[in-house]
């Protein structure tokens, strides 16, 4: 008998953006919806800026944490760069939920200010490289809609609610709402929520038009 397959998400950023947090609230929705999850982290490096990625396995009978290269589902990129530095473990024809917000390297802007150059990378040059692996690529702008929000700390309940609208997606919108409440403080819940919801809506303006998404 065939292991039954799991939602596998690689979720990736840079220290200081809240994927741990990000992480824990899918983790919730999946508990609250008693759907089996597993997770897998790196984040040693994120109090110097460095790349934060972790594993998340919703539903299945995976018996590892780790996603194996070319079987993650979706790849969420609270940093575009940092798809590119895990682009491998996405499937054929997967889908990347991606930030507009480029933060570059702390070495970067050294380097080129030292020569005073200005040829950053761009979000553009990000998109361009990715679409040689997928054409499945969903940008967000995440800061803004978090900015809408009232708090520009919740571009990761943007990207949670945005996750929610995805039809094979386990948990229900519900339970994902359930599990961002879980992990925030009471007095930023009410903007949380909010980023939530412009998430999931944002969604169908351009998730939704390349692959399955809920009922809106």
Do not use: W
């Not at 940093?79 to 917000?101: A, C, Q, T, W």
Request: glycine share 8%; aromatic share 6%.
């Amino acid at each position: 008998m065939s292991e039954q397959k799991s939602f596998d998400i690689v979720l990736t950023g840079v220290g200081g953006q809240g994927i741990v947090m990000l992480s824990n609230a899918l983790g919730n929705a999946c508990a609250n919806a008693d759907i089996r999850v597993l997770t897998g982290e790196l984040h040693g490096l994120s109090q110097r800026s460095g790349t934060v990625y972790i594993h998340l396995r919703m539903g299945g009978e995976s018996i590892s944490p780790l996603i194996p290269y070319g079987e993650a589902d979706a790849i969420l990129a609270m940093e575009p760069m940092e798809s590119l530095r895990y682009i491998e473990f996405l499937k054929d024809e997967g889908i990347i939920i991606l930030n507009k917000r480029v933060i570059n390297p702390p070495l970067e802007i050294a380097e080129l200010s030292k020569e005073k150059r200005t040829d950053f990378v761009t979000f553009e040059n990000i998109v361009e490289k990715l679409k040689v692996v997928t054409p499945n690529i969903a940008p967000i702008d995440a800061l803004a809609l978090a900015m809408e929000a009232g708090n520009p700390r919740t571009e990761n309940a943007v990207f949670i609610g945005a996750m929610s609208a995805l039809a094979n997606l386990p948990p229900s919108v519900e339970d994902m709402k359930i599990g961002l409440e879980t992990v925030v403080p009471k007095k930023a819940l009410e903007q949380n929520i909010k980023a939530f919801e412009l998430g999931y809506k944002t969604a169908y303006d351009g998730l939704c038009d390349l692959v399955q998404c809920r009922e809106l």
